[in-house]
């Protein structure tokens, strides 16, 4: 089990940019996938990237289809820290983000995940 807390996030126009963060307690972290999910008022949380440690400089990722090519999410293991950095946001990127881990393989579903943070707001304005 992880503790996740995440940081980051704000106000900012469209085309901007923001990077999160989010820090994790516990020293199973190298060992977990670890991914952003997003939720915006009135929507579903919805998955937004995942990454693995492959082992060495190996990295397994995966992205929605909505971020691929303006979000790269990385990961700190020495920091036991997760990052996703945010380019070219849209205003429809307005949401309440979170960070997840699962000791099981990179999934966009959210059901897989057991630990989860408390959430960073990103608000993009037009």
């Known amino acids: 089990q992880v503790q996740l807390v995440e940081s980051g996030g704000g106000l900012v126009q469209a085309g901007g940019s923001l990077r999160l963060s989010c820090a994790a307690s516990?020293?199973?972290?190298?060992?977990?996938?670890m991914a952003w999910f997003r939720q915006a008022p009135g929507k579903e949380r919805e998955f937004v990237a995942a990454i693995r440690w492959g082992g060495g400089f190996t990295y397994y990722a995966d992205y929605a289809d909505s971020v691929k090519g303006r979000f790269t999410i990385s990961r700190d293991n020495a920091k036991s820290t997760l990052y996703l950095q945010m380019n070219n946001l849209k205003p429809e990127d307005t949401a309440v983000y979170y960070c997840?881990?699962?000791?099981?393989?990179?999934?966009?579903?959210?059901?897989?995940?057991?630990?989860w943070g408390q959430g960073t707001q990103v608000t993009v304005s037009s």
């Open positions: 997840a881990g699962t000791p099981s393989s990179v999934t966009p579903q959210k059901g897989a995940y057991d630990d």
């Open positions: 516990g020293r199973t972290f190298r060992s977990y996938s």
